[in-house]
């Protein structure tokens, strides 16, 4: 299968930790990428490769894999983490890129 | 600092050609080992891939939209750009561009992404 299946929603207590995952076969060969995408603006790039965090994402972000399970942890979650979470990583092929199905994250 | 921006019409008729150029500035298009990449989101709903291209003019498309899409680049221009033929209601969507970088180590990942720009398919 193609797909990258995520959980719709989660919430988080403010300054809790949350944890996002994304399941998928293809997860099991590549690596998935982590991307943030607040109401009405484009999406923005908050985890790539094993672990990691492009220039100005806060450290709380952090990635981690298992099988055919990526993960997306926010230690420590902040107001402003409060958006859409989106994965991606290659399909079955390897050529083509399929994105997750998204999560809403609330910060309570 | 790599900039993308979209440009095109926001307004396609039913059955017609969706077409949308990227201006990358800040950097060559024809530079290091990038994919210059289309994806869309319908209003409310999530991101999907459209395709790729590569500045050799080698191209990956999502098979679901494949028989429809074409992506070119013009190097000349700093620009690459998206044709989706025989639009319908179904592709009324926000069109991204955006780059995508590889590093052995770390896999395929997108860096930098346009602003969007919205299409809306209506008679």
């Known amino acids: 299968s193609s797909e990258l299946t995520q959980d719709p929603a989660v919430s988080v207590a403010l300054g809790q930790t949350v944890r996002i995952t994304c399941q998928g076969d293809?997860?099991?060969?590549?690596?998935a990428s982590w991307y943030q995408q607040k109401p009405g603006q484009a999406p923005v790039l908050v985890i790539y490769g094993k672990n990691n965090r492009p220039s100005g994402i806060p450290d709380r972000f952090s990635g981690s894999s298992s099988g055919n399970t990526a993960s997306l942890t926010i230690t420590g979650a902040q107001a402003e983490d409060e958006a859409d979470y989106y994965c991606n990583s290659r399909d079955s092929s390897g050529n083509h890129r399929v994105f997750g199905t998204g999560t809403k994250v609330t910060v309570l | 600092q790599v900039q993308l921006q979209e440009s095109g019409p926001g307004l396609v008729k039913p059955s017609q050609t969706l077409s949308l150029t990227c201006t990358v500035s800040g950097g060559s298009i024809s530079s290091g080992s990038y994919y210059w990449s289309w994806i869309r989101q319908p209003a409310g709903k999530g991101l999907e891939w459209i395709g790729r291209i590569y500045t050799s003019g080698s191209t990956n498309y999502n098979p679901s939209l494949k028989s429809r899409v074409t992506i070119s680049v013009d190097t000349s221009k700093n620009q690459f750009s998206l044709k989706l033929s025989s639009v319908t209601a179904a592709d009324t969507a926000v069109y991204y561009c955006?780059?995508?970088?590889?590093?052995?180590?770390?896999?395929?990942?997108?860096?930098?992404w346009g602003q969007g720009t919205l299409v809306t398919v209506s008679s």
């Open positions: 293809s997860l099991r060969s590549y690596y």
């Open positions: 955006a780059r995508e970088d590889y590093d052995i180590l770390t896999g395929y990942y997108f860096d930098y």
